[in-house]
């Protein structure tokens, strides 16, 4: 698989940044056009949204319940059909095939095959995204072990406490090594321990290139992890900037300072 995330780097898996002509130009990993999604019963959820995360970014949605994070979330990943505008991943449509391999999206609602021990829903995973059986198994076996779920390995879903749920949504996102990873409240609901490690994993995939994008409640997480935070309210984007930039802009002491001002305008 194609790692590469400098301007002319050639590369021959399909997994790599848009190759025009041969030769792969640099696209943010995400850009947003005047996104707007109206649900079938006519709630406008996104209006009109502007946003470009580059590539290698740690990104983080802050938002208040309904605020259209995870609407924006399933534009990006093409769970929704848009309304308006257009969402492109790494250059290419979201739609798109390519696109939609080079995305790991951990969902705030769990939904995991209640038939599926923990390594098959692994399993299957990689073999959607056509990894082949041996990488697969060892992928498999290092998520397994990166998120704690020896013991569990051929349990059900429906076996599983909560927070194991959690761990295995979050390690089914990364088994088939996307580009970029989007995050929708991975912590709710999980234990110390796995919010120490998911960060520390999370933290060296950044730091090998991968993109971050996160939507969490936790200010301080997002404070102290993301390079850039963007902040909505009622579908759309009311500020977008570096924790230090915000917290200047709003004269606020903290990210929550800033949050509760910017909610509150
Ligand atoms: N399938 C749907 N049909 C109609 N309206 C929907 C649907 N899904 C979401 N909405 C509405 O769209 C708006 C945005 O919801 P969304 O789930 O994107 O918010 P969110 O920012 O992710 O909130 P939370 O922090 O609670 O997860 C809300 O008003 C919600 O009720
Ligand atoms: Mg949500």
Known sequence: MCRSFTTTTTCTSGYGPANVGGVYRDAPALELKGLTKRYDDG?????????????GA????????????????SAICNLIRITSGEALVFGEPARSLIARSWVGLAEQ?????RFLSVRETLLYHGGYFGMERAEAEARADEMIDVFDLGSKRDTRAPKLSGGQRRRLLLARALMHRPRLVILDEPTAGVDFELRMELWRYIRRLHSEGTTIL????????????????ALIRGG????????????????????????????AG
Do not use: Q, W
């Open 109 to 113: 609602e769990i939904n995991l095959d």
């Open 43 to 55: 709630t406008l959820a996104v209006e009109n949204f502007d946003l470009t995360v580059p590539d």
């Open 236 to 263: 759309r984007l009311i500020a977008r900037d570096s924790a230090g930039g915000l917290r200047e802009h709003y004269g606020a002491a903290s990210l929550a300072d800033v949050y509760v001002k910017a909610m």
């Open 214 to 229: 996160l939507t969490t409640h936790y200010l301080e997480e997002a404070e102290e992890l993301c390079e850039e935070i």
């Open 58 to 73: 740690f990104f983080g949605l802050l938002g208040p319940n309904g605020a259209g994070k995870t609407t924006l979330i």
